[in-house]
């Protein structure tokens, strides 16, 4: 047992400050929390005068898992604050490895991971969609993520998972109505869509469908290995997916914009919380791929933590985006992206509710870690309050997993995943990148601790 003494303690519900608090730690938990009872003695104590405490940060979509080793990336996340995060594609393996494996306070905890992604391979048609939806809950699955499923599709996967109480998340299918997959129980829509998606509802151009991708061809069986042959295709299409992004497309999204109507968008806000449909908007994903010539993220100085490879390949990558796309058609992706923070303004104005997440690992400019501090800017650049963005990265994430009796505030009996911050994360967004301490699993890391996992992390 250890104490952080002399703490002042954040509760992200409200944004009520106690200060001059001592949180007992033993065996992973917090004990207790009261009044301090004087300065903090040797180790193992930790001195908290002047620094506040919050539950440790959540990234909600993320990848790190889809690495042969996630060690570099999962330590970088922990580094930068990040006690838990939600994989957004899975294995059938790993969904046996998460059974068996230990958990290591030196990471990040796996808070909920889907098994495999939802594709023509593995769903191309309303019974093989049900199958492979009976086949992941029997695995453990969290929740099933979908992408590039037709509508026919979905509603298969709908209902076969409701029927489980198993969650569907992930990409809305192309020409589906957003309100009808709010209402049928769609729980989280990443990436605001993605493309046209919740944007699509905004506009007073509704009546005029959304270009789908066509008709989704789908072998009239199911492929063994489907999963895992879907995942690779996916992998190479993550690190930019606007380069597919046809003329008919840009010219649906410039029609889009035009007809952008905030009456609208605010009841279609209003819709999400009521039927208690989830965004996680991925904001610095939605930057990187819109925005993907962007000097800024070539002069990143985060860019330190992620490989000469990965970086080579995100260079190459923005270069494809500028040969493909002339000033015009890039014009369209910059008005779609200030498009898109205004929309998350509104949707957390109406009550709508937000998960921060970033989608690393592999999306271009996005680095494990450091990107969810990126998102977190974006978010403030939107609108949001600093305690809001706490919200999204802390108690939200808990509410929205069903979590509330472990974590998402910092109270005696939770875990003791927290994050010590050098500055009040109530007060500006900066406070929230003053990380000066993470506690995993009731297990203290220090900031030379945290520094010497980035540098690590730099020397790949």
């Known amino acids: 047992m250890y104490r952080i003494c002399d703490v002042a303690v954040v509760d ?56 042969g080793d996630p060690t570099p990336e999962l330590r970088l996340m922990l580094a930068f604050g990040i006690t838990g995060y939600r994989q957004m594609s899975g294995t059938p393996g790993l969904l046996r490895r998460r059974r068996r494996a230990a958990d290591d306070d030196r990471t990040p ?15 191309g048609r309303p019974g093989t969609a049900a199958a492979e939806v009976r086949r992941q809950a029997r695995d453990g699955a969290d929740f099933v993520k979908a992408a590039l499923i037709t509508p026919e599709v979905y509603a298969a996967v709908q209902a076969e998972a409701d029927r489980l109480s198993l969650p569907v998340a992930g990409h809305l299918p192309a020409g589906i109505d957003v309100r009808a997959a709010s209402a049928a129980g769609f729980r989280s829509i990443e990436h605001l869509g993605p493309g046209l998606g919740v944007l699509a509802g905004c506009s007073c151009h509704e009546e005029q469908p959304a270009p789908g991708r066509g008709p989704i061809p789908a072998p009239p069986f199911r492929i063994p290995f489907a999963g895992r042959v879907a995942d690779r295709m996916l992998q190479r299409l993550v690190v930019n997916p606007a380069q597919l992004t046809s003329s008919a ?28 449909t989830w965004n996680c908007p991925t904001l610095i994903r939605l930057r990187g791929q819109q925005l993907c010539d962007d000097p800024a993220f070539a002069a990143d100085p985060d860019l330190r933590y992620v490989t000469a490879k990965e970086r080579r390949t995100w260079a190459a990558a923005a270069a494809a985006f500028r040969r ?23 949707l957390d104005e109406e009550g709508a509710p937000l998960l921060a997440g970033t989608d690393a690992v ?16 974006l978010l403030a650049e939107a609108g949001l309050s600093p305690l809001r963005i706490l919200r999204a990265a802390t108690s939200d994430p808990a509410r929205f997993l069903h979590r ?57």
Do not use: C
């Open 12 to 67: 992200p519900r409200d944004g009520s400050v106690t200060p001059h608090q001592d949180v007992h730690i033993d065996g992973g938990r917090i004990a207790g929390i009261g009044a301090t009872s004087g300065p903090a003695g040797e180790a193992p104590d930790v001195d908290g005068r002047g620094r506040f405490v919050v539950p440790g940060y959540a990234d909600m979509h993320a990848h790190p898992l889809n690495l």
């Open 404 to 460: 509330e009796r472990d974590a998402g505030t910092v109270e005696a009996g939770k875990e003791a995943d927290l994050v010590l911050l050098d500055r009040d994360p109530t007060v500006s967004v900066a406070g929230l990148h003053a990380v000066g301490g993470v506690v995993r699993g009731g297990r203290y890391h220090d900031g030379a601790t945290l520094t010497a996992w980035k540098e690590e992390a730099g020397r790949r």
């Open 249 to 276: 497309t840009l010219d649906a999204t410039r029609d889009a914009i035009a007809g952008f109507d905030e009456g609208r968008a605010r009841e279609l806000a209003r819709e999400f919380a009521a039927n208690d």
């Open 109 to 123: 905890r796996l808070l909920a991971t889907p098994g495999p992604v939802l594709t023509p391979l593995n769903a």
């Open 324 to 346: 493909k796309f002339d000033e015009r058609r890039r014009a369209v992706f910059a008005e779609q992206f200030a498009l898109q923070l205004r929309l998350v303004r509104i």
């Open 362 to 377: 592999g999306a271009a400019w996005v680095v494990a870690g450091a990107s969810l501090h990126d998102e977190f800017d």
